[in-house]
Nanobody
Framework: QVQLVESGGGLVQAGGSLRLSCAVS????????MGWFRQAPGKEREFVAA????????AYTDSVKGRFTISRDNAKNTVYLQMNSLKPEDTAVYYC?????????????????WGQGTQVTVSS
């Protein structure tokens, strides 16, 4: 079973930045498509960003385009979500997810493994 361990969440002021990290167990990380999802209070979980195996293809939900960047370091078995210009509406629990067969895109059911989630709170 693949395990995902997240870090980097916390409290930040509006306009600030955070970088989330998700370390993935195993030696086949480079084969996994990766994604980030989030769930805000009173809202359904939504897609945030995705990245393919090599890191050359990414996708973002419109509300974070230009502010968030997903990246990966296959040598470290880690995927990142750099979040800049944070807004209070970015407050949510953020989840990383892995798909063993590659690109997972925006669809939750494509992903095979999920992290525990990390809280991001943006104050105004």
């Amino acid at each position: 079973q693949v395990q995902l361990v997240e870090s980097g969440g916390g409290l930040v002021q509006a306009g600030g930045s955070l970088r989330l990290s998700c370390a993935v167990s195993g030696r086949t990380f480079s084969n996994y498509g990766m994604g980030w999802f989030r769930q805000a209070p009173g809202k359904e979980r939504e897609f945030v960003a995705a990245i393919n195996r090599s890191g050359g293809t990414t996708a973002y939900t419109d509300s974070v385009k230009g502010r968030f960047t997903i990246s990966r370091d296959n040598a470290k078995n880690t995927v990142y979500l750099q979040m800049n210009s944070l807004k209070p509406e970015d407050t949510a629990v953020y989840y990383c997810a892995a798909r063993q067969s590659g690109w997972g895109g925006t669809i939750e059911s494509n992903y095979d493994y999920w992290g525990q989630g990390t809280q991001v709170t943006v104050s105004s």
